[in-house]
């Protein structure tokens, strides 16, 4: 199920960047089909909307620590603090998954089912989940793609997924063991690493390409400190440089 999530969530990234965002609603100053934020409240960078009261631990325990993780693993450069608009993150929670559902068709017309999405609306990361037992997991999934997205661009898709795939996690390591695939890490298999990397569409995705790119992140972030070092290393070839962007 998370699966079909990740599949969904990712191919509407693309979607939406190949379509040139063309969709022109600010969900942050639209109270759309009959919402309206009531509830707002800011953890770090992520600024959170809700339909309704939160489940505040719930949320805290998602991302209170998401982006201090991803600094510590991979080495990421410290974003500013305290956010600005350059690295603020919109997190629009629904109480329920019918209301959920009925604002993702009013904002993103054709939205498929899910139960969570990342999209990049207008250099603008969203993140849009409902309150349900996977919460959690929900949330640091879809807003690992947007702090991954903050800092790197033209990540490929199997590693962004797989980066997701792991902070996913609460406790470190934060990836699950897949003990089924420990013949199979990437570095030693150049013929499943080729195969990943000629990925472009998440459709193609299979399970197992996603388990491969989860245990390939988990392999290299905790087999050894050299092997730590040089994913780190691999990441900065996709970091964003800021000074050029501004
Ligand atoms: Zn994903």
Same mark, same amino acid.
């Given at each position: 199920m998370r699966l079909n999530t990740l599949r969904i969530t990712c191919s509407w990234v693309a979607c939406l960047a190949m379509a040139g965002l063309g969709f022109g609603v600010e969900p942050r100053h639209s109270a759309g089909p *009959?919402?309206?934020? !009531?509830y707002e409240t800011r953890i770090g960078q992520f600024q959170i909307h809700a339909n309704a009261p939160l489940d505040c631990r719930a949320v805290v325990d998602a991302l209170g620590s998401l982006p201090h993780d991803l600094q510590n693993s991979l080495g990421f450069s410290p974003l500013s603090q305290p956010a600005t608009s350059a690295t603020e993150i919109h997190v629009f929670l629904f109480r329920k998954q019918a209301e959920f559902q009925q604002y993702l068709a009013w904002f993103i017309p054709d939205a498929p089912s899910r139960p969570a999405m990342f999209i990049q609306h207008r250099g603008i990361p969203m993140v849009f989940a409902y309150s349900r037992p996977e919460l959690r997991q929900d949330l640091r999934h879809e807003c690992t793609h947007a702090l991954l997205h903050l800092q790197y661009h033209r990540l490929p898709l199997w590693l962004d997924e797989g980066l997701a795939e792991y902070f996913e996690?609460?406790?470190? !390591?934060?990836g699950r063991e897949e !003990?089924?695939?420990? *013949?199979?890490?990437l570095h030693l298999n150049p013929a499943s690493y080729q195969e990943l990397e000629r990925i472009s569409d998440v459709a193609r995705m299979t399970e197992r390409h996603y388990q491969q790119s989860h245990q390939h992140v988990r392999y290299m972030l905790h087999h050894s400190r050299e092997s730590r070092e040089q994913f780190q290393k691999q990441l900065r070839e996709f970091a964003i440089d800021r000074k050029d962007s501004k």
């Open positions: *009959g919402y309206v934020w !009531p996690h609460t406790a470190e !390591p934060f !003990p089924q695939l420990s *013949g199979e890490i």
